[in-house]
């Protein structure tokens, strides 16, 4: 079974991708935006991935959230799964190919630590980008059941990265 996309090398373009959705998504959340971030494997630099855009936003509540995601249909956007109390999830594709993801939490929710921690640390540390990346590319070689068989298989890897993120922090 295939994932949302193939794994491809790093695009140079994935940081612009990110900025040109950043600028169009501030005017959805607008004074209770705290930030707008570029996370997962499109924003660590020679790192392969899914090309899809992981873009996390800190907002500061979310009582606005059901105008937001009015709003975020207009942009492409639809409701995932929410991934879990206070992490909401939207995608966007453009035909039949996943473009972005969008992940939105409270400035102080524990996903936020953890998805820039992750990222910051593939960002510094060349053997573990390397490592993740022949991880992911195996699983996806061997993956029968999807996307949550993948994400399943990259769970203890990313779990480790994390901890010790914080131990270098």
Request: charged share 30%; proline share 2%.
């Amino acid at each position: 079974m295939t994932l949302t996309s193939s794994i491809t090398e790093y695009d140079e373009g994935w940081p612009r991708l990110f900025e040109e959705e950043a600028g169009r998504l501030w005017s959805i959340f607008g004074a209770s935006c705290v930030d707008i971030h570029h996370v997962g494997s499109t924003a660590v630099e020679g790192l392969v991935a899914k090309p899809e855009i992981d873009i996390l936003v800190t907002v500061t509540n979310t009582s606005r959230l059901d105008r937001w995601w009015a709003d975020l249909r207009g942009f492409g956007y639809r409701r995932g799964g929410d991934l879990m109390e206070g992490h909401h999830f939207f995608r966007r594709d453009v035909g039949a190919v996943r473009t972005h993801k969008l992940h939105i939490c409270l400035s102080d929710h524990a996903q936020v630590s953890r998805m820039l921690g992750i990222r910051d640390h593939l960002r510094g540390n060349a053997a573990d980008r390397k490592a993740y990346a022949v991880l992911k590319l195996r699983l996806e070689r061997e993956n029968r059941a999807g996307i949550a068989e993948y994400l399943e298989g990259k769970a203890p890897f990313l779990d480790d990265l994390y901890r010790r993120s914080q131990t270098q922090a």
